[in-house]
């Protein structure tokens, strides 16, 4: 999430020297600082999920909604509104996750000669973004904890609020469906985003080298949130054009992903010829060419996927499978 530019980085690495290089400018980015100035697209991110809700809202209110159709009982948004507001939250996460993750590609892949925005307010952009994703991830999983707590309404209030908390944060307890893998993979891609997001602010503490090689990590976190989101979404559990549009959104970042890989930014990153580069092992450079390769065949794999229309979706059924709430099976 935060960009791979920080202080203690050296020219040999092949990076440009920037005021956010030499460590004085970036010296002065501070995690309230970043807070502060993430406030507009906070507020932003709040007007896409609102949009979002009035969207699901009205969807579930006229019956055109899938969640309805894999859960027949939720036909009533005035019930379900906290289930809405976290599918909401869901998907801006999920959308502001994927913004993110294009803004660190961008700024750790090749240098564009002339680039409409300068680098540092990239970096910026990046920042910010990064740390609105993680609130609206946050937000994604408490209002799904909520409508919990407001559902199991036979069980004593104590209980009430730890099965809210249990199902919704503790890897494991949920129990339902396919929610048993799909619910742990939404907890995985939660409980790292955190650490790989924040680790930005400690950088002086942990050392440059550190936080970077730990950073680059977060990409599992972005596979993870998309892996959870199409298995258990409802509005892209079958194989129509919801599900399509997703799998398609997955090609920038693959095309992004494979680009920064093969002429990253730093030159120390380089594959080169193996053995050649300075410190280099076989062993490393075979890594780091397999890295390439499976980048190369995510993005063919999902061209593949568009194009053949075998997107792991669902075939919608004359009648809906489940009977109680939350309760959605794999078939
Ligand atoms: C503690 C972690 C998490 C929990 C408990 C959780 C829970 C859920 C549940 C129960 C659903 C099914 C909602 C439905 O019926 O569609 C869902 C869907 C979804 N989740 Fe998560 N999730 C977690 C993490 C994440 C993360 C990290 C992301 C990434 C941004 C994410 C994005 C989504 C999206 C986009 C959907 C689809 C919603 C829809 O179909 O309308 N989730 N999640």
Known sequence: MPPETTPGTTPEDGATPSPARDGHAAGRVTLRTDLRAAVPDATAAGLVTAAVFVFLWARMGSGDSATVAVMPFMDDPGTYWMYLLSQAFGWSGLLWAWGTVVLGLLLSG??????????????????????????????????????????????????????????????????????????????????????????????????ATTWRRLHRFVIVVYVLSVWHTLLYGTNV???????????????????????????????????????????????????????????????????????????????????APASSPHEKETE
């Open 110 to 207: 090749p240098r564009l000669d002339r680039s409409p925005v300068p680098r540092q307010v990239l970096e910026r952009w990046h920042r910010t973004t990064s740390l609105t994703t993680m609130a609206l991830m946050f937000a994604h999983a408490l209002m799904f904890a909520a409508e919990l707590v407001r559902y199991e309404t036979e069980l004593a209030w104590l209980k009430r609020l730890w099965t809210g908390f249990a199902d919704s944060f503790v890897p494991g307890w949920y129990d339902s469906g396919t929610g048993q893998i799909a619910i742990p993979v939404g907890q995985a891609a939660l409980y790292l985003a955190v650490p790989l997001g924040l680790l930005f602010y400690v950088r002086n503490r942990i050392g």
């Open 237 to 319: 559990w079958y194989g129509e054009w919801p599900r399509t549009v997703l799998w398609l959104l997955q090609l920038p970042v693959a095309v992004l992903l494979l680009v920064r890989l093969l002429r990253p930014a730093r030159r120390a990153e380089r594959l080169g010829a193996p053995g050649r580069r300075a410190g280099g092992s076989l062993p490393g450079w075979a890594l780091r060419a397999a890295g390439r390769v499976v980048a190369g065949a995510v993005v063919v794999g999902i061209l593949v996927v568009v194009v053949s229309g075998h997107d792991g979706g669902r075939q919608r059924p004359a009648e």
